[in-house]
């Protein structure tokens, strides 16, 4: 039983890089969220999807990007990778009504 | 004001005290309240769901108080485990809504 599941848990990657974080979810959950955490602080909303081919913006969309072709996957995208985009990034998803279930996280470094 | 603030913290008890969290909310449509667990550098896991009537759950209790929009947690005869950073959880809106977290109450319990 897998859960949610994060891939890579770590990257470095330079300034102006790309590249996408893999989120998978395998408990047939329409709602998926990715949410960012900088050392010492909360969660904060990235991207959001309710079901396949629905997506919309939290409270820190700027310089992401996200896909749900399917109810399983939801990737987030980082176009031209900024020293400020260094945090940990968590998926998680959820039923309609109930707790959200978490990945175990990536942590990314921009250098 | 923030949609979700928690008391700051942090909160350094021996073992065996009773400590309590406290988390306002401002949106007064949030249907769905939760407490998460985070330990150091690792994913958010549910601690409990609040339900209107508050509930318990071992040594931890949670109560909610709609019209204060106010959540408390309780946690009796404390342990080095519990040691952690508790999250105060809101659904923006309705029970469907998505999840905004507090930044969190970092708690350490002392030999």
């Known amino acids: 039983n897998a859960g949610v599941t994060q891939t890579p848990k770590f990257r470095i990657l330079k300034i102006g890089q790309s590249m996408t974080l893999q989120c998978t979810q395998d408990?047939?959950?329409?709602?998926m969220y990715w949410y960012r955490q900088d050392p010492g602080m909360g969660l904060k909303l990235i991207y959001y999807?309710?079901?396949?081919?629905?997506?919309d913006k939290g409270e820190v969309p700027n310089g992401y990007n996200v896909s749900r072709s399917t109810t399983e996957d939801f990737p987030l995208r980082l176009e031209l990778a900024a020293p400020s985009q260094t945090s940990v990034y968590f998926c998680?998803?959820?039923?309609?009504?109930?707790?959200?279930?978490f990945g175990q996280g990536t942590r990314l470094t921009v250098v | 004001r923030k949609e979700v603030e928690q008391d700051p913290g942090p909160f350094n008890v021996p073992e065996g005290a009773t400590v309590a969290f406290n988390c306002t909310y401002s949106n007064s449509a949030s249907q769905s309240f939760f407490w998460y667990r985070q330990d150091c550098r690792k994913e958010p896991k549910l601690l409990m769901s609040?339900?209107?009537s508050g509930n318990e759950d071992g040594r931890f209790t949670a109560q909610l108080n709609r019209a204060s929009q106010y959540i408390s947690l309780l946690i009796r005869d404390s342990k080095l485990s519990d040691s952690a950073t508790y999250l105060c959880?809101?659904?923006?809106?309705?029970?469907?809504?998505?999840?905004?977290f507090g930044k969190g109450t970092k708690l350490s319990v002392k030999p």
């Open positions: 998680a998803s959820r039923p309609e009504i109930a707790e959200a279930f």
């Open positions: 999807s309710v079901g396949a081919g629905i997506t």
């Open positions: 959880v809101v659904t923006r809106g309705g029970s469907q809504g998505n999840l905004i």
């Open positions: 408990m047939n959950h329409n709602y």
């Open positions: 609040v339900y209107s």
